[in-house]
């Protein structure tokens, strides 16, 4: 039988000490909000014009990025150091990318990653905060 560790009196029990550690972690709790709100099937409605030229506009410039052999190269070398991360990690480094390099150059980062499913996840989460909304404006 595993020994489950005891609360000290006035002290934080390792586990305790643990979840507070990873919850110092979180830099941004819209990561973490869009995944439950995801996980629950709620995505943010638009309509289908909209996403039609959202996407349309997004894929001009990721178009521009990767036939930018600089711009390419950079988003490969991105997308090498963060395939090192574990998922939550590569979350935030396309998150960082895209508030500091743009959308654009973030979803082409995420496409030299190889990793569908975190392309289809980080998709998902630009879509639910609504960023590609933000590109268009």
Do not use: C, N, W
Not at 99 to 117: E, H, S
């Amino acid at each position: 039988m595993e020994k489950i560790p005891e609360k000290r009196e006035g002290k934080v029990s390792d586990i305790e000490e643990i979840k507070r550690r990873l919850a110092e972690d979180f830099e941004s709790e819209q990561i973490e909000t869009a995944e439950r709100e995801i996980e629950k099937g709620k995505k943010e409605k638009i309509s289908p014009e909209e996403e039609k030229a959202i996407m349309a506009k997004l894929e001009e410039e990721i178009e521009l990025i990767e036939s930018t052999p600089q711009l390419q190269d950079e988003a490969e070398e991105k997308a090498q150091d963060i395939k090192k991360l574990d998922a939550e990690g590569k979350l935030r480094g396309l998150f960082g990318l895209a508030q500091t390099k743009g959308i654009p150059f973030a979803v082409a980062t995420a496409r030299a990653m190889d990793d569908a499913y975190m392309l289809d996840i980080f998709h998902d989460l630009l879509i639910k905060d609504g960023f590609y909304k933000k590109i268009t404006k």
